[in-house]
């Protein structure tokens, strides 16, 4: 029985032994395993991004550079020489005028003020140049034609009394006194007879051509203050003087608006360009006349454009170079061009993509 339990106990020891080399083993082969996934791992790892990159080189590596820029148009803004409130807006934002169209009515009672004195000044005016072109009144001509009459009459008695006293002279009767009295009251009345005809003459003849010229410049400076007050008055009603669309109105019904202060701005639609910020490194020798195709994502088509505008874009639009090895500074240049051919629908903030 010993010998018996002797062999049982060698069984055991024997499979415990088994057991535990084929434990060994298969840990083992785990490990081997588990190398052998890394090992895989690794290397397709490597080989998608050696093939990721040999896909970027080949492909991204030769992509077109791509310049957007955007539809612009030309606008003016609408604004009154005199300040006013606003009493009607004829338009609204979108609506598309033509020249001579009313836009907007100012109501601007100061002005009307001034017409009115501007008026009354060129009336008063006009009534002196009449006054000096009639000249003297009637009654005025005919009362200075009696002082010359009467002025006549005295110088022919003066005369006679003279020539009878200076007979008296030569025959001894009279004194050379009297003869001098005689003489000296004859040359009185005659200078008073040239005075009298003088200003007869003066108010027969009128006002002097100075005094005429004086006045017609005056009745001319006052008709000048109208037709400026005049130009005011129609400031308050606003007209189109271009055709396009209404992009802006800034101000409401009621408010009031300075001198100058814009009402509203119109677009020019048929005064269209493209805008294209380019970095003089692809510029490609563009320049002044030269035509290009550039893409409109809106209307899904290439569009021909010529340009007719470069300038660069100063200082605060250079870009710099961030490493010394062969690199150098770029300045950007702002391109516009004109559509070459008629495209209806382009409206500005449309997008252009050109290659």
């Known amino acids: 029985m010993n010998q018996r339990l002797r062999k049982h106990n060698i069984y055991r020891q024997t499979s415990g032994l088994l057991n535990q080399s084929s434990s060994q083993n298969k840990n083992i082969m785990e490990n081997k395993s588990q ?60 609506d598309y005028v033509h020249v001579g169209d009313t836009l907007a009515i100012l109501d601007a009672p100061e002005v009307e003020a001034k017409k009115t004195q501007a008026e009354s000044a060129e009336d008063a005016a006009a009534a002196m140049k009449a006054m000096a072109d009639n000249g003297a009144r009637r009654q005025q001509i005919q009362g200075a034609f009696e002082l010359w009459q009467q002025a006549k009459a005295g110088l022919e008695i003066s005369k006679k009394t003279y020539d009878r006293v200076q007979r008296l002279f030569n025959e001894g009767v009279m004194s050379a006194q009297k003869r001098d009295e005689a003489f000296a009251a004859y040359k009185a009345y005659e200078a008073q007879e040239r005075a009298a005809k003088s200003q007869y003459d003066m108010a027969r003849e009128g006002a002097r051509k100075e005094e005429r010229a004086a006045a017609a410049a005056q009745v001319n400076r006052a008709k000048g203050a109208v037709q400026e007050v005049s130009s005011y008055i129609n400031e308050t009603v606003q007209i189109a003087q271009v055709e396009g669309e ?17 009402i509203m701005s119109i677009s020019i639609m048929s005064d269209v360009w493209g805008t294209f910020n380019v970095r003089e490194d692809q510029l490609n020798g563009l320049k002044i006349g030269s035509e290009f195709t550039a893409f409109s994502p809106a209307f899904k088509k290439d569009i021909k454009m010529k340009v007719y505008y470069i300038k660069d ?43």
Do not use: H
């Not at 080949?58 to 612009?72: H, N, P, R, S, Y």
């Open 35 to 94: 190398k052998n996934s890394i090992v895989f791992a690794i290397l397709g790892f490597t080989a998608v991004v050696v093939i990721a990159g040999m896909i970027g080189y080949f492909t991204l590596g030769k992509a077109d550079d791509v310049i957007q820029g955007e539809i612009e148009v030309s606008e003016y803004r609408v604004s009154s020489k005199v300040p006013g409130r606003i009493l009607e807006l004829r338009v609204k934002e979108g």
């Open 246 to 262: 209404v992009s802006d109105i800034y101000p409401k019904v009621g408010e009031l608006v300075g001198t100058g202060s814009p």
């Open 313 to 355: 874009q100063g200082s605060y639009a250079v870009w710099k170079a961030t490493k010394s090895n062969g690199q150098y500074d770029l300045k950007t240049f702002e391109v516009k061009a004109r559509p070459v051919g008629k495209l209806d629908g382009l409206r500005p903030g449309m997008t252009l993509v050109m290659k």
